[in-house]
């Protein structure tokens, strides 16, 4: 939805809004990211989205340059990251690969989850 032309992505987040329906929004890559932050935001902003998925280095990049704060006597750049998304969502997903997946958001904790490594990855979609 966010490489069609126009206002599809804003139109249906608008209509789900107006239909007390909620959604989740997966940015899918990093250089969806950069080309259509100016359209992800105002949607965040406007509190269209209850459910963000994404991983380390797309939240990386959609924070890049904002001016929110993030939780300074935090030491792990993953845990800044997701606090400046953590108040535009009711549920922040992000993964980090081996390193695991961090949850937080307007309605949840900042939690982590470890992963297990494996000896042998037989399919990898789907794992962040």
């Known amino acids: ?53 994404l991983n380390y280095e797309e939240a990386t990049e959609l924070v890049r340059e904002r001016p929110e704060a993030s939780d300074d006597s935090a030491t792990d750049q993953a845990v800044q990251v997701i606090s400046k998304l953590a108040p535009f969502s009711g549920l922040v997903v992000m993964t980090m690969g081996i390193q695991g997946v961090l949850v937080g958001g307007k309605a949840v904790p900042l939690q982590r989850f470890e992963v297990t490594p494996v000896e042998k990855v037989v399919d990898s979609t789907g794992a962040g």
Do not use: F, Y
Request: charged share 25%.
């Open 1 to 53: 939805v966010m490489l069609c032309p126009g206002a599809v992505l804003e139109e249906a987040l608008e209509k789900c809004q107006d239909l007390n329906i909620e959604t989740a929004l997966n940015l899918g890559s990093v250089s969806i990211v950069r080309d259509q932050k100016h359209r992800i935001w105002p949607a965040l902003e406007r509190g269209l989205v209850q459910v963000l998925t």
